[in-house]
């Protein structure tokens, strides 16, 4: 019995149980269908608690257009909020963060690049559980938070790994 995660050999998603692991399906599940407008929600809130965030996203610092309607941070937005969301609801079954390398390679290269800071983490972090929060009130609870927030923090772990230049071709 006392091999439950170590089974897995693979400390990197240790501690996510399968109980987590049913919290943050069942709630994506039911988040998926709107995903576009999570999205958007969940940066707009990282914008409402940090707005000079927002310098960290070529696409926005020439923009006049309104935030709520840039249509590039729509795309942005729904695009990091379902990796995210798929990242935590594969995360015991794979038994690491499942962002496939080239694409960790360049998040973390990008993340670099712009600066990205532990408190830019930690906002989008308040963020993402603020917004799950939100989506899914009839489920929410303190173990729904935590699974949600164990599966941001070992994505982030993974990220932050490969903040590094990427190297020149």
């Known amino acids: 019995m006392a091999e439950s995660n170590e089974a897995f050999g693979d400390s990197e998603a240790k501690g996510f149980t399968e109980e987590q692991e049913a919290l943050v399906l069942r709630s994506w599940n039911a988040m998926k269908k709107d995903a576009t407008a999570l999205g958007l929600k969940f940066f707009l809130r990282i914008f409402e608690i940090a707005p000079s965030a927002s310098r960290l996203f070529s696409f926005l610092r020439d923009s006049d257009v309104p935030l709520e309607n840039n249509p590039k ?53 308040f963020a993402l559980l603020d917004t799950i929060k939100e989506a899914v009130p009839d489920m929410w609870s303190p173990k729904m938070k935590t699974a949600w927030a164990e599966a941001y923090d070992q994505l982030v772990a993974a990220i932050k790994q490969e903040m590094k230049p990427l190297p020149s071709a």
Do not use: D, P
Request: hydrophobic share 40%; with cysteine.
């Open 73 to 125: 941070l729509k795309i942005h937005a729904m695009s990091v909020f379902v990796m995210t969301c798929e990242s935590a609801a594969q995360l015991r079954k794979a038994g690491k963060v499942t962002v496939r390398e080239t694409t960790l390679k360049k998040l973390g290269a990008t993340h670099f690049k712009s600066g990205v800071v532990n408190e830019h983490f930690e906002v989008t972090r």
